[in-house]
């Protein structure tokens, strides 16, 4: 409370949100006490405004359980801040405000003992990016092209797990054909038989390099030759086409991408959550008489234990997926045991040439492997997609055109887990929280923005078979014009008791609708009851004929709903 004001509840600094934090609660009422005492310049009604501004930080790092402002300076966690912004459904004004309360709290840095180390950042460049996250939302794949990607990436997957010790087997056979060729040719160079690949005949030890590389590779020709008659060509694999050496270099590496992108789209993680799976890391437990697969993993969300080993509930398919990858990088192991180097329980290993060490696979190369994979499938986009994908992204059919290629991105894979399950509620939004180590609901309900746009898309009532349950339906396109729809939608009020019509009246694409008897009913009908007048009033307003017609079209929908015999 600030002294010396004649309303003593007219400009508020409420801290009771922090009793239970007294370090954040210490370090907010310093810079508080600072703001009043040296920002002569300044309101104390705007500086109370500002405080308000300011605890929408507070509160995320509490979510966060962060203990010092100072963390909120690290990276990760201001990203996650922004994003959390981008999914609230606030002004671009509100956002600055909170933006430069950040800014204004960091302005005395340098005469405190901790440092919140935001008083450079960029205002407009910050506004830009959250406002590029809440328009760029994430695209969600549509459930025919998912179900082509998933479902032959799933039957590649399975069937070489069939075969997987055999083609753990080829791979290692690989490497000692390699590793017989380098030590033949190692041999040459250092009895002086091959004078003319001594290092002192290269200009540089690269161009050296480089012809031994060849050199070895040419030497194991042979036994590739020979590898791949007695057994490569002898896999039983159907699904793929092997008819040469190269076949069988481009068939490991879509097997690799295929269990990446299995294991991340069934499980919901995070990139990094994906690729830093170690071997080991994947176990089951019974439960009600039901196998539940998990699988751990390492996140950066817990700020306050730094990296944190997470649990994620995963499908069963998963588990094929990563000991398919185990067999498939299991020589690469041998390779980084055998020269002491790291990553030697690391799933993910890459080898792209024999000659160069296994590494583990980066980020930035997933969304490169996923559309690799894609073209091989030739997952191309129908005019059905577009109009799918219209729901859950609007707009986005805009950028988009029919017979190209879909472009798939690892956060992709994330964000069409949390709209499908949500879509055929098969989860709530905390048990999405839950798996997807959200640390506020906001971010839960962000990703999945649509689908309840998208379920109710897909139902269509039947107008001929009599059904003691149905109340009211509306036929198809009857909320065909969004501005109408969203007119309308202020009349029907917001409140979770008539959650039903409400989400019908809201849906973004909402081509029909049907309201169900329920426990509910009595109050939605009172409810119809009060709302028919001020709909019969809103008509008689409306200033242009659609309107008018769209009022009578839900002005038929409560009669109906008031006809009902309860």
């Not at 994330?414 to 949500?422: I, K, P, Q, S």
């Amino acid at each position: 409370m600030v002294p010396g004001l004649r309303d003593k509840n007219a400009y508020s600094f409420d801290f009771s949100l922090l009793k239970n934090h007294p370090k954040l609660l210490f370090q907010t009422k310093v810079i508080v006490y600072l703001w009043l005492n040296f920002e002569d310049q300044t309101k104390i009604s705007s500086k109370a405004t500002r405080y308000g501004k300011f605890k929408s930080a507070l509160n995320f790092l509490i979510e966060q359980r962060a203990e010092c402002l100072s963390e909120l300076q690290q990276p990760m966690l201001l990203n996650e801040y922004f994003e959390q912004l981008a999914a609230a459904d606030e002004s671009v004004s509100t956002i600055r405000q909170k933006l430069i309360a950040l800014k204004k709290a960091s302005h005395f840095d340098t005469l405190l003992p901790f440092q919140i180390g935001l008083s450079d950042l960029p205002l407009q460049e910050t506004l830009r990016r959250v406002g590029h996250k809440r328009k760029q939302q994430t695209l969600v794949i549509p459930p025919r092209l998912m179900t082509c990607i998933y479902s032959e990436s799933v039957a590649l997957i399975e069937e070489a797990f069939s075969v997987k010790d055999e083609l753990s087997s080829i791979k290692q056979q690989e490497l000692t054909i390699y590793n017989d060729a380098k030590e033949k040719i190692e041999q040459k160079i250092e009895s002086g038989i091959w004078k003319w690949l001594q290092p002192s005949k290269f200009t540089s030890k690269t161009a050296h390099q480089k012809t031994v590389t060849e050199e070895i590779s040419r030497e194991a020709r042979a036994g590739r030759k020979k590898l791949y008659e007695s057994s490569i060509k002898q896999l039983s694999i159907r699904r793929f086409n092997i008819n040469s050496y190269a076949d069988w270099l481009e068939y490991k590496r879509q097997l690799m991408n295929a269990s990446l992108l299995v294991t991340q789209a069934f499980s919901g993680m995070r990139s990094s959550e994906l690729l830093s799976i170690e071997i080991g890391d994947w176990f089951s437990t019974e439960r009600d008489g039901e196998t539940i697969y998990k699988v751990r993993a390492d996140s950066y969300k817990f700020i306050s234990g730094g990296v944190k080993k997470v649990t994620f509930v995963v499908a069963p398919v998963v588990f094929s997926a990563l000991e398919l990858a185990k067999a498939l990088t299991e020589s690469e192991r041998t390779t980084l045991k055998y020269n002491e180097l790291p990553y030697q329980n690391h799933l993910w290993l890459s080898q792209n040439k024999l000659s160069r060490m296994p590494v583990p696979v980066r980020n930035r190369g997933l969304n490169s492997r996923y559309n690799n994979l894609v073209r091989h499938i030739n997952a191309e986009i129908e005019p059905g997609d577009l109009e799918e994908l219209n729901i859950v992204n609007p707009g986005a059919s805009m950028k988009l055109s029919v017979g190209q290629l879909w472009h798939i991105t690892s956060h992709q894979l994330r964000r069409t887990m949390a709209v499908y399950l949500r879509r055929h509620d098969l989860a709530s939004a905390h048990d999405i929280m839950y798996q997807y180590k959200h640390l506020s609901l906001t971010m839960a309900l962000h990703y999945t923005n649509g689908a309840t746009d998208a379920a109710l898309n897909n139902f269509t009532p039947t107008t001929k078979a009599h059904d003691d349950s149905v109340i009211a339906y509306w036929e198809a396109k009857t909320f065909s014009s969004q501005s109408t729809l969203e007119e309308s939608a202020k009349l029907l009020g917001h409140e979770p008791s008539w959650s039903l019509i409400t989400n019908c009246m809201h849906a973004k694409a909402c081509n029909s609708g049907i309201l169900s008897s329920s426990p509910l009913s009595k109050e939605l009908k009172h409810w119809a009851q009060e709302r028919l007048q001020v709909i019969r009033d809103q008509r008689d307003q409306a200033d242009n004929k659609a309107l008018n017609q769209h009022f009578i079209q839900i002005e038929n929908v409560l009669r109906k709903l008031l006809a009902e015999k309860e």
